[in-house]
């Protein structure tokens, strides 16, 4: 059965404190790995797509990779307003094939 | 920037009450969708629609369920007699490339009495 994982499931860091989130996957013909963020009480916001292992996004503090088995979301020297859920959600190559996300990470960064 | 818009943002009803919710997606966009989440649950995948028909839909998705472009605008998600179980965050979304990059909107806040 195709599963996506996250762990932690609620992370705190200190303002500066660099930290990774990972994202495990179970799909049979991934076709695209997709990060997002979503702010309570808010639909998800779109981050980064990953396609291919070995492959690397990066936006601003944020710096995503994929692997055959798992991703990584990087978060280096984060801020307080970087503080959100950060979902992961995967595509299989099938067509019309629906999105599946995972259930999250819960980020908080302390000033 | 332009973003997907959904009305109203709370909704409240009585069970076995049929509810509209309403979405207008990005413009150019050719493919539209409805996903809720539950309350510190996953986001769950409903339905998928292009071309003026349902691509792809959920076991979620049954007869109590229905969505409609009654225009070029508007994208509609109705549930026809409401259960306790259907109160959820109630997210539409649209993307102009098939389930890649979706835009979601703010949602609505489904409360089923």
């Known amino acids: 059965e195709d599963q996506v994982t996250q762990s932690p499931e609620a992370l705190r860091l200190q303002e500066g404190e660099s930290s990774s989130l990972n994202c495990s996957y179970t799909?049979?013909?991934?076709?695209?790995l997709f990060w997002y963020r979503q702010d309570p009480g808010k639909g998800p916001e779109f981050l980064f797509t990953?396609?291919?292992a070995g492959e690397e996004k990066e936006k601003e503090r944020l710096k995503a990779t994929l692997t055959k088995k798992e991703s990584f979301l990087h978060i280096t020297a984060p801020k307080p307003e970087d503080s959100a859920t950060y979902l992961c959600?995967?595509?299989?190559?099938?067509?019309?094939?629906?999105?599946?996300f995972g259930p999250g990470t819960s980020l908080s960064v302390i000033p | 920037e332009p973003e997907v818009t959904q009305t109203p943002s709370h909704q409240v009803t009585q069970m076995g009450q049929e509810v509209i919710l309403r979405c207008v997606p990005i413009?150019?966009?050719?493919?539209f969708y409805w996903y809720r989440q539950i309350l510190g649950q996953k986001v769950e995948f409903l339905v998928s629609?292009?071309?003026?028909?349902?691509?792809?839909k959920s076991e979620i998705f049954d007869d109590q369920f229905s969505v409609e472009r009654p225009d070029g605008s508007n994208f509609t998600l109705k549930i026809r007699s409401t259960k306790l179980e259907d109160s959820a965050m109630y997210f539409c979304?649209?993307?102009?490339?098939?389930?890649?990059?979706?835009?979601f909107g703010s949602g609505t806040q489904l409360s089923v009495l």
């Open positions: 959600a995967v595509l299989r190559g099938a067509s019309y094939d629906k999105v599946i």
């Open positions: 799909v049979s013909g991934l076709r695209g």
């Open positions: 413009s150019n966009h050719l493919y």
């Open positions: 990953l396609y291919s």
């Open positions: 629609f292009y071309n003026n028909e349902i691509s792809e």
């Open positions: 979304a649209s993307s102009d490339l098939y389930s890649e990059k979706l835009f």
